[in-house]
């Protein structure tokens, strides 16, 4: 593989989406079991979901963010994606599922997250498509094996 073409590049967006997609398919599926009343589903939902996003933002801030962020123009743009995920963890790790606000807090969480991926895939990873180099993106790459020892990432 090349470090120019754009393939690995592709490699590594395509698995920070698949992850993305999991993550929010939690969300709905907590937000469900809390809509039926079965709150032990949710918890669990809710413990997955603060799993896969733990190991998604390790590879994410440590990989994507990281290169990115030296630029000016993007850091600004990357700060508040950090301050959501570290919010999003404190209500996943503290949230009452049985209290009507937790509920509450949950169900709006869902929706935030969902806006919160669409400010990555429809602007920072668009932007670092055209933004980063080869030795920036085998950092990125470095990052998210980083975070996912013994992990392989999406191939064709
Ligand atoms: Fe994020
Ligand atoms: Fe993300």
């Not at 030296?70 to 508040?80: L, N, S």
């Not at 990873?125 to 990052?143: H, I, Q």
Request: one cysteine or more; aromatic letters at 6%; proline letters at 3%.
């Amino acid at each position: 593989m090349c470090h120019y073409c754009g393939c690995r590049h592709v490699s590594l967006i395509r698995d920070y989406i698949a992850e993305h997609e999991r993550v929010t398919d939690l969300g709905g599926d907590a937000v469900r079991a809390i809509a039926a009343g079965d709150l032990e589903k949710a918890r669990r939902c809710i413990d997955a979901m603060a799993v896969g996003l733990a190991t998604h933002w390790r590879g994410e801030e440590n990989g994507i963010f990281r290169v990115m962020q030296r630029e000016e123009e993007f850091a600004g743009y990357i700060a508040p994606l950090v301050e959501e995920h570290r919010e999003l963890a404190e209500l996943l790790a503290t949230v009452d599922v049985a209290d009507p606000a937790g509920q509450q807090q949950i169900r709006q969480a869902v929706v935030e997250l969902h806006e919160h991926i669409s400010k990555e895939e429809d602007g920072l990873f668009p932007a670092a498509l055209t933004a980063l180099s080869g030795r920036d993106w085998d950092e990125a790459m470095a990052a998210w094996h980083e975070a996912h020892p013994g992990a392989e990432m999406i191939s064709d």
